[in-house]
Nanobody
Framework: VQLQASGGGLVQAGGSLRVSCAASGRTLGLYVMGWFRQAPGKEREFVASIGWSGGSTYYAASVKGRFTLSRDNAKNTVYLQMNSLKPEDTAVYYC?????????????????WGQGTQVTVSS
């Protein structure tokens, strides 16, 4: 399974970005897609996750109300819409897949990871 993240970039505080993650490779079946981020000098942290149907989502408190997940299963792609961005959102954003149906915030529960995309928010 390969994950390709894209859509990162530089934006001013208060702006918006949408990052995408496309999965390819062997047949995946049901899976949860998650996003994590890692800022310089900090540990990787959970951002959000979405279930197979797209009806179940879970967000970290720090992004809830500002970030929105959606998915297109026909394209095996998940989108993370990020609004009202803050400088503290600056990080490398990673997408990951967890086979199955249960949402989780634990990075160790995700089996496949993308290469990451840089998001930089200037003040």
């Amino acid at each position: 399974v390969q994950l390709q993240a894209s859509g990162g970039g530089l934006v001013q505080a208060g702006g918006s970005l949408r990052v995408s993650c496309a999965a390819s490779g062997r047949t995946l079946g049901l899976y949860v897609m998650g996003w994590f981020r890692q800022a310089p000098g900090k540990e990787r942290e959970f951002v959000a996750s979405i279930g197979w149907s797209g009806g179940s989502t879970y967000y970290a408190a720090s992004v809830k109300g500002r970030f929105t997940l959606s998915r297109d299963n026909a394209k095996n792609t998940v989108y993370l819409q990020m609004n009202s961005l803050k400088p503290e959102d600056t990080a490398v954003y990673y997408c990951a897949i967890r086979p199955g149906a249960g949402l989780t915030t634990l990075s160790g529960s995700f089996d496949y990871w993308g290469q990451g995309t840089q998001v930089t928010v200037s003040s």
